[in-house]
Every structure is written in C-alpha cells, then in structure tokens.
C-alpha cells in the first residue's frame, strides 16, 4: 500500500525491520542500496565523452542497419521510461525500509539509463512507431495491480530481458559508443534483479491461493506477450547479427537462475505464484521458435507452422499499432 499522509510515519516498517534487521537477506537488501551509490556513473558525460571519442550514432552504419538498430532501441528506451514510473510506483509501495532504499536506488538507475539512450536514439534517428505487442507488454506491467505483480514484471521479466538485449548489442560491434555505454547498463540492470530476489518470496508468503494464481496468471500473459514481441523483431536481430537462440537461452537461464536462488532461501513454496520458462513445455517452445540448428533443419511443417506464426504475429502486431 502508498503510504497516506495522515497515516505516516508508517510504524510497522520500523517494526518490521526491527524483527528482520539480523537476517541475510535484509543485510542484502540494504546492500543494494549501497552499490547503486557506489556504482553510481554520469550517463550524459560518458555519452558526450564517447561521442567525442567515436564520432556521431549511427556514423559508419549502412542505412539498413541504422533503422533496424533505431527500431530496437527504440523500444528499449520506451522501456526504460515504463522501468522508471514502476520502479517509482515499487519504492512508493513497499514498506520495509531496506527494500525501499533498494529500490530507490533503482528509480535513479531508470532514469539515468532513459536519459542516456534517449539521446543516442535521438542522435541516431528515433524509429517513431512502437508495435501494438511491446506496447501492450510496457503498459501491462505499468498498470499492474499489485506491489508482487510489478515486481515479477520488473525483475523478473523486463530486468532479465535487459540484461541479454544490453549485452547483445554491446558485444555485437555495430556501434563502438554502445560496446562502450551498453555494459553500464548491463551492471545497473544485473543488480536490480536482486530485489525480487530478496524481497518477493516475502509477498508470496503472504498470498491466498486465489492471490497466487492471478499473480502466476499475470506471470504468464507477461510471458506470452514478450515471446510474440520476439516474433516482431526477429528480421531486426537476423539483420543486426544476433544469435536469437543464444539470447533466448541465456534470458530463460537467468530467470531459471533467479527463481532457483528464491527457492534455495524461501522454499519451494514461492513457486505457486511464478513460472518457470525452463520447465514444463518451455523447452519445447524454445527449440521450436528457435531450432538447435536453424530453421533450415527443421521439416517442411515446421518451417511452414513457423512462418505462418510469424506472419500473423506481424500482421496483429500493424493491425493494432
């Protein structure tokens, strides 16, 4: 809940604290907070700095490859903006005061990154046009409903994703002032995930079954939203060079890694209200979308099933932009 005016100062924080300020994870919680401050950087002088170094955005870059490369960032730095008001809304709403500065912490690294890449992508020629799949995905989780739903939007899927689409670009070689500015992001972001981590389980602890399964439910509309907005940009990763199963693959591997660590320190029980992309049919949906081999080692069926998703996934993702 955000705290009102007439109710504050809000007694059961400092109560709350009290009762867990000895255990490991609030120590990690408050942390966090810590290194956002240590790790701190000036986005807008690094990017002046590198674009003295290097030259303009986009100097070098083949047309295509500089309207493919504003095509992606451009929904990043919309995510950024989305990262920054949930973040926001996160550190408003949670009342444990390690976990608030953590995420406080967090509200300064959004902004800084939206700010940065906001004006790369102006320098570089801003793609005007969001596809109505992203865009439903970022409002999606802007307008969720509860403190344990943003977190799992948050940390669990728009942080993860970051991390991977950062580092893609950064190691790619198309820009040399991404290789450089793209791996600031990639720490921000790596550390933001921690407290969902950390302070999460806490809120699923809490849940009624009913409460658990609208926040799995949520979990997995997020989940199915962000593979069809995959669909939408995969002529752009193809052109820009990425391997788009080595993205994916390390994306599930994170989450699978962050959801194991949640169990190790809460117990098997967090798992009624989040899903796991490696488990179940996730790997099946992975070599499907994304085949060992290529789309060229595949059966006919295949390649045609694949192609017509593709197709319809672009022409819905038009239809509603």
Same mark, same amino acid.
């Given at each position: ?32 907070? $810590? ?18 170094? @290097? ?13 493919? %490369? ?56 801003? $793609? ?22 943003? %977190? ?62 609208? =926040? ?40 699978? $890694? ?41 059966? =006919?069926? @295949? ?19």
């Amino acid at each position: 809940m955000k705290f009102s005016a007439k109710a504050f100062p809000p007694k059961d924080m400092f109560a709350e604290r009290a009762e867990e300020d000895a255990t490991t994870k609030t120590k990690r919680l408050e942390r966090l907070y $810590d290194l956002t401050r240590e790790f701190a950087w000036d986005g807008p002088a690094l990017l002046a700095e590198l674009i003295e170094k @290097h030259g303009a955005p986009g100097s070098g870059m083949s047309a295509e490859v500089r309207t493919r %490369l504003s095509r992606v960032l451009t929904v990043l730095m919309w995510g950024e903006l989305a990262a920054w008001n949930i973040s926001a809304d996160i550190a408003l709403e949670i009342e444990d005061l390690d976990a608030k500065m953590a995420a406080t912490g967090q509200v300064f690294d959004e902004a800084r990154h939206f700010r940065v890449l906001s004006a790369y992508v102006r320098e570089l020629g801003m $793609d005007p046009e969001m596809g109505a799949l992203p865009r439903t995905l970022l409002r999606k989780v802007l307008a969720a409903p509860t403190l344990a739903t943003k %977190l799992v939007g948050m940390q669990l899927l728009f942080e993860t994703n970051a991390v991977v689409l950062f580092h893609s670009l950064g190691e790619s070689g198309i820009c040399p002032i991404l290789s450089e500015l793209l791996p600031y992001f990639e720490r921000d972001e790596s550390r933001h995930v921690g407290l969902g981590v950390m302070f999460l389980p806490r809120l699923i602890q809490k849940m009624t079954p009913a409460e658990a399964r609208r =926040t799995a439910r949520f979990h997995t509309e997020c989940i199915l939203l962000l593979m069809a907005s995959g669909f939408s940009f995969r002529d752009d990763f193809e052109k820009l060079g990425f391997d788009q199963r080595k993205m994916a693959t390390r994306v599930t591997k994170m989450q699978d $890694d962050v959801l194991r660590e949640m169990i190790e320190r809460h117990g098997r029980r967090v798992m009624r209200a989040v899903v796991n992309p490696r488990d179940g049919f996730g790997p099946k949906v992975l070599d499907f979308i994304h085949p060992p081999g290529g789309l060229d080692s595949v059966p =006919t069926w @295949h390649r045609g099933v694949h192609r017509g998703a593709t197709r319809a996934i672009a022409v819905l993702d038009r239809a509603f932009s």
